[in-house]
């Protein structure tokens, strides 16, 4: 369930009120249960997944991929799984907790565990997102975000692209206002 931190420290868990905030910056959140059934639940439980596994996840959200291919033109799919045996794993949630854009769309759709998109306000105020299990986020191209994975160590997403090229992130100058 997605949840808002304001800088300030207040927070909300409307959807329609995270709805709301979210789209004045373009950005849209969606709920879609995650995958369901024993063998599903199995493969979002464990810790890491092999190539076939990843493989057989992406499976169970098949129907998924081919609505956001008919109405977005999104042309691939894969599934990350980062958790805290990750090899080099600092060093790879490091590229991205600084404030940065991509030139394209930035698309989720977490199937489990948790992590933080921070967001840029046009007025320059900066709020954190949680995302988790079942949320789905499009962050179009050229907002200015971060991702962070906080104090949770493990969160799988299904990662859909138009173009992958354009999913490098791209460094601002701004700061950070939430540590």
Avoid: C
């Avoid at 009120?17 to 024993?38: E, K, S, T």
């Avoid at 489990?112 to 949680?130: N, S, T």
Wanted: proline content about 3%.
């Amino acid at each position: 369930m997605a949840r808002i931190i304001a800088s300030d420290g207040t927070e909300t868990t409307d959807f329609e009120r995270i709805q709301g905030r979210l789209a004045r910056l373009g950005i849209a959140l969606n709920a879609w249960p995650a995958p369901g059934g024993a063998r599903a639940r199995a493969l979002l439980e464990k810790k890491a997944l092999s190539d076939a596994e990843k493989e057989e996840l992406l499976g169970f959200v098949q129907n998924r991929f081919e609505e956001l291919q008919r109405t977005k033109g999104y042309t691939t799919r894969d599934l990350i799984v980062i958790h805290e045996d990750v090899p080099g794993l600092a060093d790879m949630l490091a590229k991205f907790d600084k404030v940065h854009f991509h030139t394209d769309d930035e698309v989720r759709y977490i199937v489990a565990g948790r992590g933080f998109f921070g967001f840029v306000e046009p007025d320059g105020g900066q709020f954190l997102l949680e995302v988790s299990a079942g949320d789905y986020i499009n962050v179009p191209a050229n907002a200015e975000h971060w991702f962070e994975m906080r104090d949770s160590k493990r969160i799988k997403a299904v990662r859909y692209f138009i173009d992958t090229s354009g999913w490098a992130p791209v460094y601002t100058e701004r700061q950070r206002a939430i540590a």
